[in-house]
């Protein structure tokens, strides 16, 4: 079988498949770094994806994660936005399209997303190690696709990516 390419913008880094659309097909999302853009590739079967949708992001994008943060049952995008200092979250309005990104400060450099529920509410929050800034960030979910102000927590210099773990087994 021979490969097929498909175009994104300026830059391509960061990327998760997952289904956005809900048609039981995994879609492709890419972080376009040198166009501060999102690309959204759907699936179309038979191993083949729509040209992008691109949505545009903060400088730099690079870490990318989808899922669905305000419980409407579709699968949100959330970015780090590192020369901005912030994560942006769009969210699915449905048919794999999205919403403009809603951004969140973080501090200097969040090289990476990671979505966990830290405080066991049933809701995914947002970490991001904060290289510039030599400390993770949790943001909490509220409920409804917004998160509150980070809360910082210091970390050795230069942090670029961070795992949430249970380390002491309390839930």
Same mark, same amino acid.
């Given at each position: 079988?021979? $490969?097929?390419?498909? *175009? ?24 376009? @770094?040198?166009?501060?853009?999102? /690309? ?11 040209? $992008?949708?691109?949505?545009? &992001? ?14 409407? /049952? ?5 970015? *780090? ?8 979250? @769009? @969210? ?21 997303? &990671? ?17 510039? *800034? ?26 670029? /990516? ?10």
């Amino acid at each position: 079988m021979a $490969q097929t390419t498909y *175009s994104t913008d300026s830059g391509p880094f960061g990327m998760t498949v997952v289904d956005v659309n809900n048609d039981s097909k995994p879609d492709i999302i890419v972080t376009n @770094l040198k166009s501060n853009t999102i /690309s959204v590739f759907l699936n179309i079967g038979n191993g083949r994806f729509t040209a $992008q949708t691109t949505y545009s &992001v903060g400088t730099s994008p690079n870490s990318v994660k989808v899922v669905d943060v305000n419980n409407d /049952s579709k699968p949100d995008i959330i970015v *780090s936005n590192v020369f901005d200092n912030n994560v942006g979250v @769009l @969210l699915n309005i449905g048919n794999g399209t999205f919403t403009a990104q809603t951004t969140y400060s973080t501090g200097a450099g969040p090289y990476n997303v &990671v979505i966990n529920d830290v405080n066991n509410d049933g809701k995914p929050d947002i970490i991001v190690p904060n290289s510039g *800034s030599n400390n993770v960030g949790v943001l909490l979910n509220i409920g409804n696709g917004t998160f509150t102000s980070q809360t910082t927590y210091s970390t050795g210099i230069h942090p670029y /990516s961070v795992e949430v773990i249970d380390v002491n087994k309390d839930g």
